[in-house]
């Protein structure tokens, strides 16, 4: 196995996703990766296991590509990448039929490193805006989202700046 710095190593993680290679994920993970974000019901063990996510998310979004946003803080153990996503929504996910919209989503890995390969990883992003661009949640601060907060027993609130 090449020796490769953990900001190569992030930036073939990126590759990886952005390529739609399932082999470039068993050159950067673990065999035994251990993978969440918010999409992920529980986490996802083992390298087979995490390929499923991928590949169900590249179906739903085919165009999706994985872009660094900002500096990455390591200290070769552990490292956090900010990076975003951007897709559009084609086919059906989880039930969700294609919207057809173009997505930006900000999102941070953080990361831990372990013989050169990443052992777990966690995704977060904000899940409610990726809902909001496709349309299928109202935008906040709408007379929708009230309407959605009223629905979910919460009653009327003042606004934000109040």
């Known amino acids: 196995m090449t020796e490769r710095s953990v900001e190569e190593l992030i930036d073939d993680w990126e590759a990886a996703w952005s390529g739609k290679d399932e082999s470039a994920f068993a050159a950067v993970c673990s065999s035994k990766i251990h993978y969440e974000d918010p999409l992920t019901t529980e986490p996802l ?69 372990r013989r050169n390969r990443l052992l777990r990883v966690r995704g977060f992003f904000d899940v409610y805006d990726a809902a909001t661009q496709l349309g299928v949640l109202p935008a906040r601060g709408t007379l929708g989202e009230k309407a959605l907060l009223v629905l979910r027993g919460f009653g009327l609130r003042a606004g934000r700046n109040s």
């Open 45 to 113: 063990e083992g390298l087979e296991h995490f390929l499923r996510h991928p590949n169900r998310l590249w179906t739903a979004f085919p165009d999706a590509r994985l872009e660094r946003t900002g500096e990455r803080l390591s200290n070769d153990r552990f490292v956090a990448a900010p990076s975003k996503l951007l897709a559009t929504h084609r086919a059906s996910l989880d039930g969700l039929p294609a919207t057809n919209r173009f997505v930006v989503m900000h999102c941070i890995f953080y990361c831990e490193v």
